[in-house]
């Protein structure tokens, strides 16, 4: 594996450029950019950084630019068509350790907290509700463990039917979650090795990838019999009477990290005061679109409903942005923290965050070999950036924009463990292979993929 760390004084030099000069106007060194999106509700910062003109207030001219699928706008990023981008947590990890396209992409941002749900057709719903209690109000008791789809997903393969699931991509948060979710209750969603990158060695459910925006339509075609999808496609699903989402991610992880802002480590050496912008930028969106228990959110809403951001009816983002989560039709409940964006610090790149993807990558095979605790520590120092994430917020503090409490300044990067899963596993971001040895399905040790089976070394 190529060596991928810059040398400390190398990221002084990137991260202070400009730290004596905290209150000053910053002076980019590149100020017209284009940055990619998927029509995701969690692009938000980026619409509302350059709608607020937040961009412009650090003298940066932004184009934001809707991209096909994650892969298109990965490469796009890689070759300086696009100049940062909107990016699943897995991908600027992945890149840089070689998995799939290899590059160095890092994160001094991230976007959100929360955001994601599965959804399933209303066939296998119908069978799922045989095995779900119901509360004192008649409906299903929340949240629902895949315990209640594992009898759906027998039933399956007794008739001979493989049981098919859709997610957005190999190392999207949504495939980890999916595979989290289906492997909490007791449903192996399969294995990746290097000579088989599909995903499905051993696998009781197949997943494969869907473009977020086609995951209803695959759906009722009958293609995937349901999906893990960020908004708006799982409200859709409920809109259009397709389907039903069973769980959100807030309870599989409750305030799991879900996208960030990728660039290449490249343009934050080239251009460190654009870059210091670009995270002011998006920090006083996030700040915004959380401010004042969420007063900001209808105005997001109409703004993310144009066809040049996500592009879905305002109703159906509402559905999920102002605090509501609707899973059968009328069946709505409270969920303040589904999108969050600043709160509980969602901005900051905390090392643990990064930690968890990489266990999710070893624990499925993606990453092939076992490797030393210490190895997940260095990758994840290597791809997310607080240092230039506290300097964007030490200068938002002295310019009035921000407070000191709004950041957390005393972090090592990890966060306390936590056992705040659907399946009661403590997390500890420090020890990321006694959190594999705790699992029941999923590689852990020596353990690798050897043909179709699991084999030690």
């Given at each position: 594996m190529r060596h991928f760390l810059c040398s400390a004084t190398m990221l002084c030099s990137l991260t202070f450029a400009v730290t004596a000069a905290h209150a000053e106007m910053l002076f980019p060194e590149k100020d017209e950019l284009t940055i990619g999106f998927i029509k995701l509700t969690d692009m938000a910062p980026l619409a509302i950084a350059k709608e607020m003109h937040f961009f412009e207030d650090e003298g940066l001219y932004v184009t934001l630019e809707a991209q096909a699928n994650w892969?298109?706008?990965l490469d796009r990023v890689i070759t300086g068509e696009l100049d940062g981008a909107h990016m699943l947590a897995g991908q600027p990890l992945a890149a840089t350790i070689g998995y799939g396209t290899e590059a160095h992409i890092v994160t001094p941002f991230s976007m959100d907290l929360n955001g994601n749900a599965i959804t399933v057709s209303n066939a296998v719903?119908?069978?799922?509700?045989?095995?779900?209690p119901v509360g004192p109000d008649g409906k299903p008791e929340h949240p629902i463990k895949a315990d209640a789809l594992k009898p759906v997903v027998e039933a399956y393969k007794a008739e001979g039917k493989p049981f098919k699931m859709g997610m957005v991509f190999p190392v999207s948060t949504h495939n980890y979650e999916l595979r989290y979710w289906l492997a909490a209750g007791g449903i192996n969603p399969g294995y990746y090795s290097p000579g088989d990158i599909s995903g499905q060695i051993q696998a009781d459910a197949l997943l494969s990838v869907t473009p977020p925006p086609q995951m209803p339509a695959t759906m009722e075609a009958g293609t995937i019999d349901g999906y893990c999808v960020g908004e708006p496609w799982n409200q859709a699903a409920v809109f259009k009477g397709i389907g039903v989402p069973v769980v959100t991610d807030y309870d599989i992880w409750k305030n799991n990290p879900e996208k960030v802002f990728g660039l290449t480590e490249e343009f934050t050496q080239k251009y460190?005061?654009?870059t210091l912008g670009l995270t002011k930028a998006l920090i006083r969106a996030a700040m915004w679109l959380d401010?004042?228990?969420?007063?900001?959110?209808e105005e997001a809403v109409e703004i993310l409903s144009r066809p040049e951001y996500v592009g879905a009816d305002a109703e159906v983002i509402a559905n999920s942005m102002t605090g509501t989560f609707e899973y059968e039709k009328g069946d709505t409940r409270p969920a303040a923290d589904f999108n969050v964006f600043f709160r509980h610090y969602a901005t900051y790149p905390y090392y643990s965050d990064a930690v968890w993807y990489l266990t999710q990558m070893r624990r499925w095979g993606q990453i092939a070999e076992p490797q030393e605790d210490g190895w997940y520590d260095e990758v994840a120092r290597s791809v997310y950036l607080p240092d230039i994430y506290l300097?964007?917020?030490?200068?938002l503090i002295d310019e009035g924009h921000a407070t000191e409490a709004d950041f957390p300044f005393d972090t090592d990067g990890y966060k306390p463990a936590t056992n705040e899963f659907i399946d009661g596993v403590t997390y500890d971001g420090r020890h990321p292979n006694a959190y594999l040895e705790s699992f029941p399905i999923g590689l852990k040790g020596d353990e690798v993929i050897d043909g179709n089976k699991i084999a030690g070394r």
């Open positions: 892969k298109v706008l719903w119908d069978r799922m509700k045989e095995n779900i460190p005061q654009t401010e004042n228990d969420n007063a900001n959110r300097e964007a917020a030490r200068q």
